[in-house]
């Protein structure tokens, strides 16, 4: 967050590098990482044919990138539109690059079980920076929303303007990436605000949780309605999904609950093969699962 994720994230003045040098190296990173890649990575290199030094280097270049990318992020200079405009950067691609490091830990993990340990070192356990910052950030201000509830009569709080500016600036940041999250996150702090008595005693990420549930679960049903697919067996597939996967969990059994004969007759649809429909469907739902679903899960 650009304004104040120094308060969520904690960094030695003495000892961290100035913004002009920390964003040098992370722009060294990323080209790094880049020049190793095609735009497509997943398209673009076939994993399987890499060779283990080389997939190394991808992953320990990645690493490298995402250490950056996370240690920029808690500098008030950090404007993510500047650092888009200057990389050629997008959250798409951020879940693309995060896609194509975790497939290929993957591979090196099916190698490592055959004996094929060829390469440099690498940490093949380490925690994504990026991740755990967002982690961090998103944890922090549900615990600055939590504090402003009465938890009892003669423990009542209440935030400072810079804790409720924090808040605020939060969802405003999240709203560049994730605006779906960032709305429930916004008509919770409203409430909550407006109303903090009517929260004393509970969770709010446990009330969060159950605001981002229903939110999913009206998804699921306007989809199966829309798509004539069981609404079991589409929650099945989408709470097993792994994205990059080649085989998912409950695929089959999703596309056994298409309702073929339904679709074309209710829904008046102009005629097409019950192949060609397939298709559409299992884009429509992969589409679902990692624009709106995944992205509303994000914190948990």
């Known amino acids: 967050m650009p304004s104040n994720s120094t308060q969520m994230v904690e960094k ?19 080209s790094d990482f880049q020049n190793l890649i095609t735009d497509d990575p997943e398209e673009g290199l ?11 280097k991808l992953a320990k270049a990645y690493q490298s990138f995402d250490k950056y990318l996370a240690s920029i992020r808690v500098y008030k200079e950090y404007d993510e539109e500047e650092i888009y405009a200057e990389t050629g950067l997008t959250a798409e691609e951020l879940e693309n690059y995060l896609g194509f490091y975790q497939n290929i830990l ?7 079980e055959d004996g094929d340990e060829d390469g440099e070192p690498l940490d093949i356990h380490y925690e994504l920076e990026s991740i755990q910052v967002d982690e961090i950030n998103y944890a922090y201000i549900l615990t600055l929303i939590q504090s402003l509830i009465e938890q ?28 779906n999250l960032a709305q429930i996150i916004s008509e919770l702090w409203q409430e909550v605000q407006a109303n903090p008595d009517r929260y ?28 004539y697919v069981g609404e079991d067996e ?48 299992k884009e429509a739902y992969t589409q679902l699962i990692e624009e709106v679903i995944e992205p509303l899960r994000v914190g948990r």
């Open 234 to 281: 589409l929650r099945y597939y989408i709470n097993h999904y792994r994205k990059g996967a080649k085989k998912q969990l409950g695929e089959s059994q999703l596309t056994k609950s298409q309702r073929y004969k339904d679709y074309k007759v209710e829904g008046d649809r102009c005629p097409q093969s019950h192949s060609s429909i397939k298709k559409h469907i």
């Open 200 to 227: 004393r005693g509970q969770s709010i990420a446990n009330i969060l949780d159950q605001m981002i549930e229903a939110v999913i679960q009206q998804h699921i049903q306007d989809f199966s309605k829309t798509w």
């Open 152 to 179: 009892e009569q003669s423990q009542e709080k209440s935030l400072s303007a810079q804790d409720r500016e924090a808040v605020d600036t939060y969802i405003q940041s999240l709203e560049k990436t994730n605006p």
């Open 46 to 56: 076939q994993i399987e044919q890499i060779s283990t030094p080389e997939l190394r």
């Open 106 to 112: 993957a591979e090196l993990k099916s190698r490592s």
């Open 12 to 30: 030695n003045d003495v000892l961290a590098p100035s913004w002009e040098e920390e964003k040098r190296n992370f722009l060294s990173s990323c």
